[in-house]
């Protein structure tokens, strides 16, 4: 299975989700202009430069691609807001992209993530997009 990830603007279920990615989500598979952008303009340009370069990305346009309704359960979670990317994996407390996942997210925030059930178009296993190896024979 891929490591997934959402990327947002803004922060809480009023963010604006811009996309998702099937494979290499995690922190370190996501580009520094992403992850050290100051402001929504270069963040949004860093998010769609690292998109144009991939062949697993959803855009909002094709519909939700996960089967779960929001991304408490995608692998990490990327929210651009007050000038800088913070990062969540599984739902879990916000840190900083320039710095290490905590191993005990106890005591961060946790954000309310935007409830994605009405746009929902999940992505067939096997294709790009949906993080999934199908073996088979």
Do not use: Q
């Not at 992850?35 to 340009?45: K, V």
């Not at 191993?103 to 949906?130: C, N, Q, T, W």
């Amino acid at each position: 299975m891929g490591t997934r990830a959402d990327f947002y603007v803004g922060k809480g279920k009023n963010a604006e989700w811009l996309g998702s990615i099937g494979w290499d989500g995690y922190p370190d598979g996501i580009t520094e202009a992403v992850r050290s952008a100051t402001d929504e303009a270069s963040y949004r340009a860093a998010v769609s430069s690292f998109f144009a370069a991939r062949n697993d990305v959803t855009l909002p346009e094709h519909g939700w691609p996960w089967p779960w309704n929001d991304s408490g359960t995608t692998d990490y979670s990327y929210w651009h807001f007050d000038g800088k990317t913070m990062a969540s994996g599984f739902g879990g407390g916000l840190f900083a992209c320039d710095e290490e996942e905590p191993e005990d997210d106890d005591d961060l925030e946790v954000v309310e993530m935007p409830d994605m059930s009405a746009r929902k178009k999940v992505a067939a296993a096997g294709s790009d997009r949906s993080g999934v190896i199908a073996v088979g024979g």
